[in-house]
């Protein structure tokens, strides 16, 4: 059969897009066809029920090879090969050493080390990548940007002392002084001297990059899809553009950035958002006309000269932090599965998966095994780095990425009228931009607050109660005579304890869903509650917080895809309707873990477990009068 030439349609008669409009058409019977079948997103453009070759016709994607210019369908000609990469935070270097060697041997071949500025020695490095090849694996480094050029010469000396051949050495060191300037607001603006330093300290070793785009660090802020990929255009472009001011050879400047993005849950918008990525940083770096000096002569050059191999995006995807959930987290585990799938099929370099429990602890011995294994999975069982670019030539996906890429596009020209990244970023512009965005901060009575954009509202919030821009989930703490401090049981039967730990001695048993808990101390994890008079210890990972009056439908409730509304807050009452997954709603009352509020003209009561306050895994409430808080 696979050898036959025989075409399997040609008995049936072809149909026309306008007929399947005919047939659509009558199928709605009446209903509006636009508001019914095409999806508006986030991004700006509609996107229509169906697809068919013809919508095809003048797309360019479509005429590009792997492994060729402008590298829509990717950067490599004859497999998908992807590096498995895992951080470790140093805290111990001879511990870290051991536990990146052992990980080694479970599948990794890409080490991410966060290393403290203090500790940086040659005798620090070499304890640290002892018994490491260097050359076997991706190496990448991150510490305080003012000690990154310090990490990178410490790094070359030690590479030469080993006696690697540098021209295979694979890697990087996270300089991004532009990202750091968004997450803690400091002014790092002149940073050229630094930039220009690292590249040529990082010249000799061709494949380690040094000048990183975080745009993970948009990605975990909310941003859309858009907006990630125009301002990391944008951001790469500063760097590009500043080197090259500084004299800086075009081909060496591209060939030292990096791309560091994030993944979200759209499954089809991130294929289409990596293919167009490539696609327009090679069009950008086309224009500063790089020349090769590879002897001998290189093979990949334009008719005038230009070096396509500086072209080429090296970029690595890390699953978002952004929509992971704390009161169900073994639902995370679908999610950046099917995060880590789309950036796999869609040819990134190297991709790190979130351990599932990472929003309520310290990633464990088990969920980073998960983590790891959700990636060989992909490449043992899917054998996806076995194909190149498998989403080309679908109608969907390749028109997805024209639209994504002129969304991106028109907002990386908007930046560039208005003065560049470096200019957005100290004007406040691109944090602004973003859904959930940090606009101000300032103390009040020794407490920090926030002015953020939410939901397309301004208010002020407690910053225990916000997930920054960098991603970093802050800890529940009270404040004192608030009502911010009732909670609510988010199981359907607990135990409460005598003290902060399981170890400790049952106080209660069988603490119904709802039960509401004033928490008056939280130690460890745990929250301090009076119970029937007495003192009692709550594990904070099993309530929910009244801390939003804004929630999204996140799972079932046994209905199908989705949860039923309810006349009154009781398990047993009249149910009014069905609300679909992924609804957002706002409430207008909560109480014993139910919220009121009014979808498709009914009222009724909907049950909190099987929904997240948007914008922040442990919810979030503000103020919009700055003087009242």
């Avoid at 009352?589 to 009724?604: H, Q």
Wanted: glycine residues 6%; contains cysteine; negative net charge.
């Amino acid at each position: 059969m696979a050898d036959s030439k025989e075409k399997l349609f040609s008995d049936f008669p072809a149909v026309s897009t306008e007929q399947w409009m005919e047939k659509i058409t009558a199928d709605l019977k009446g209903a509006d066809f636009e508001k019914k079948l095409v999806w508006r997103t986030n991004e700006g453009f509609k996107v229509k029920p169906f697809y068919r070759q013809e919508d095809l016709e003048g797309l360019k994607t479509t005429e590009g090879l792997p492994g060729e210019f402008p590298y829509v369908r990717g950067t490599k000609k004859n497999d998908n090969t992807w590096f498995v990469r895992q951080e470790i935070k140093v805290e111990c270097p001879k511990e870290a050493n051991a536990k990146a060697l052992d990980i080694l041997n479970k599948g990794v071949d890409s080490l991410g080390f966060y290393v403290k500025k203090k500790d940086l020695s040659p005798e620090y490095i070499e304890t640290l990548l002892n018994d490491i090849c260097a050359e076997c694996i991706e190496l990448n480094f991150s510490t305080c940007q003012g000690h990154t050029v310090e990490l990178a010469k410490l790094l070359v000396a030690y590479f030469q002392k080993k006696g690697y051949d540098l021209t295979k050495l694979q890697g990087s060191v996270n300089y991004d002084p532009m990202g750091k300037m968004m997450v803690k607001g400091k002014d790092l603006s002149n940073f050229i001297t630094t930039a220009k330093e690292l590249v040529e300290v990082l010249a000799p070793l061709p494949k380690f990059r040094c000048i990183c785009v975080n745009a993970i660090e948009l990605n975990n802020a909310g941003s859309y899809i858009s907006q990630e990929l125009g301002y990391a255009l944008a951001w790469g472009n500063e760097y590009l553009s500043k080197l090259v001011e500084a004299g800086v050879p075009a081909a060496l400047a591209a060939k030292k950035i990096k791309f560091n993005f994030g993944i979200s849950s759209n499954y089809f918008l991130e294929i289409a958002k990596f293919r167009a990525a490539r696609m327009l940083w090679a069009d950008i770096v086309k224009e500063y006309h790089p020349q090769c000096n590879r002897q001998p002569e290189c093979p990949n050059k334009a008719e005038d000269g230009t070096c396509l191999c500086a072209c080429k995006m090296v970029a690595h995807a890390e699953t978002s932090t952004f929509n992971l959930t704390l009161f169900d987290a073994h639902v995370n585990l679908l999610r950046t599965q099917t995060e880590a799938m789309s950036a796999a099929l869609a040819g990134v370099n190297s991709i790190t998966v979130t351990p599932f429990d990472k929003t309520y602890e310290t990633p464990d011995d088990f969920s980073e095994r998960i983590a790891r294994n959700q990636q060989l999975l992909l490449k043992e069982e899917c054998h996806f780095n076995k194909v190149v670019d498998p989403a080309a030539g679908s109608y969907f996906i390749e028109n997805l990425t024209i639209s994504i890429a002129t969304q991106a596009w028109e907002l990386f020209l908007k930046v560039e009228d208005e003065g560049g990244m470096l200019e957005a970023v100290k004007a406040g512009k691109v944090q602004e931009g973003v859904p959930c965005a940090l606009l101000q901060e300032k103390t009040v009575d020794g407490e920090k607050w926030a002015k953020i954009d939410f939901c397309n509202r301004q208010g002020w919030c407690r910053m225990d109660r916000l997930r920054t821009i960098s991603g970093e989930t802050c800890y529940f703490y009270v404040k004192e005579n608030s009502n911010e401090n009732t909670v609510f049981v988010n199981e359907r039967a607990i135990k409460l304890h005598t003290g902060a730990g399981q170890d400790t001695d049952i106080a209660a048993t069988d603490v119904k869903y709802g039960t509401e808990l004033t928490i008056s101390k939280v130690e460890d994890g745990w929250g301090r509650t009076n119970y029937q008079n007495k003192e009692c210890w709550i594990d904070m990972n099993v309530v929910g917080f009244y801390t939003s009056k804004y929630w999204q439908v996140e799972r079932c409730d046994g209905s199908k895809n989705g949860i039923k509304l309810r006349k009154s807050s009781t398990e047993d009452s009249e149910q009014l309707t069905t609300i679909p997954l992924c609804t957002k709603f706002q409430s207008s009352d909560c109480r014993n873990g139910w919220a009121r509020f009014t979808y498709g003209g009914k009222t009724g009561w909907l049950k909190l477990h099987y929904a997240t306050p948007c914008g922040s895994s442990k919810g979030l409430s503000f103020s919009e009068d700055e003087n009242n808080f």
